[in-house]
């Protein structure tokens, strides 16, 4: 964030090793996970979970809804963002900015609170701690900004894990008019749950002068209060929210690999609560994000069976992609046929490994009944092979 990108200083070697961390799952390149097998029965929508959709929806304008829809699928909260996406935020960004949000929010009180970051841009002098915490999904980032005390401050927190803990930079901050904010880091630390006390970052704040200065500028604040936009001084653009879409907490849920299950549960609940259509299987390129079910050692029933890489839907038929190595890949095409309100029955059947311009057939077929839990322009949610739930990403609509 705009205090993380002043902080030219490299974090301590292997951090994420020293955390006991491996290297953080990829939100497309997320690795099924070892959990039981996905309940056949969704639960009931609940009335609770039905006044959490309503007060979402109600949360979010219009405008707002599409920057937010810009950003789903996005990982590493723009680390890996496509030329594409890129634009599509910024559009959506520029829009928010030309509206008129809260005025003065540096005088709001609704710009007080923690903020989960969402997206940032990356500027070519973003400091290593913004590389190092900001890009890894795995890693929850978030922002106070405390004004209205005897001693205001805007702190930068990068949440590892519930079980692991914390660290927390802080600033010393000033309003300078409506929009912007001065700080002045002073004091960093580790909090972990495994050890009693706090772990000094080691930064030497008193010896980095203006280096540790810099200043925030509010260019949209919503009249919700769940949405902020801010430009830092180094030229980067963050969106940061305080209530957070339900397709974004799923995703969220993905990324980390906990309580993915419980997650969907609610997703869908919530989702059935306000469908008025059966979902329908929408054309594009469909990146698959998560299954119920680990891989199994061959990866040729893995492909065969869509536990890995991605689906094509386009003219009533399916193709399952699969980079297998550099400039080999697999691939099988079936055709589908709606056989229900909300399932369709697939038959892959031409099946073959691509080298180039050559392709080597493989004797092969695979019979689904997929049935769409839920679908949209963004995320599809199914059933398919031998039961298996699946969660799919739109890389693309197929245009092209």
Request: with cysteine.
């Amino acid at each position: 964030m705009a205090l993380i990108e002043n902080l030219n200083l490299w974090p301590p070697s292997n951090l994420q090793r020293n955390l006991a961390l491996n290297s953080p799952p990829k939100l497309f390149n997320f690795k099924p996970s070892a959990t039981h097998s996905f309940r056949k029965t969704l639960h009931t929508c609940r009335c609770s979970l039905v006044n959490e959709q309503q007060q979402q929806q109600a949360s979010f304008t219009d405008q707002e809804k599409q920057l937010i829809d810009a950003l789903i699928g996005i990982q590493g909260r723009g680390k890996s963002a496509s030329p594409q996406q890129l634009n599509d935020v910024e559009r959506a960004v520029q829009v928010l900015e030309g509206q008129d949000g809260e005025g003065d929010p540096t005088s709001s009180d609704l710009i007080e609170g923690r903020w989960q970051l969402m997206f940032t841009t990356r500027p070519g002098t973003a400091s290593p701690i913004q590389r190092t915490f900001v890009g890894v999904d795995f890693f929850s980032v978030f922002q106070e900004v405390y004004l209205r005390t005897n001693d205001p401050r805007v702190s930068n927190i990068v949440k590892f894990s519930d079980w692991i803990g914390e660290l927390k930079v802080e600033a010393a901050a000033s309003i300078k008019d409506g929009k912007r904010i001065l700080f002045q880091f002073d004091r960093a630390a580790f909090s972990f749950k495994f050890l009693p006390f706090k772990v000094p970052y080691p930064v030497p704040f008193r010896l980095l002068g203006d280096e540790a200065k810099g200043w925030l500028d509010t260019t949209y604040l919503s009249h919700s209060g769940n949405l902020r936009i801010s430009r830092g001084n180094k030229g980067t653009t963050f969106v940061l929210q305080k209530r957070t879409d339900p397709r974004q907490k799923l995703l969220a849920a993905i990324s980390t690999g906990t309580g993915v299950e419980e997650a969907i549960d609610e997703f869908i609940s919530l989702s059935k609560s306000g469908a008025k259509d059966e979902p329908v299987l929408l054309e594009g390129e469909w990146q698959m994000i998560w299954s119920s079910q680990i891989e199994t050692d061959s990866w040729l029933e893995n492909a065969g069976n869509g536990l890995m890489g991605s689906q094509i839907v386009k003219n009533e038929q399916m193709k399952f992609l699969v980079n297998i190595l550099p400039g080999i890949r697999f691939s099988m095409i079936g055709k589908f046929v709606k056989s229900g309100t909300k399932t369709y029955d697939v038959t892959m059947d031409d099946a073959a490994l691509i080298g180039g311009p050559f392709g080597y057939p493989l004797e092969m077929e695979t019979k689904i009944n997929m049935e769409l839990l839920y679908n949209d322009d963004k995320i599809r949610i199914s059933k398919g092979y031998n039961n298996i739930l699946f969660v799919h990403l739109r890389a693309s609509d197929g245009s092209k």
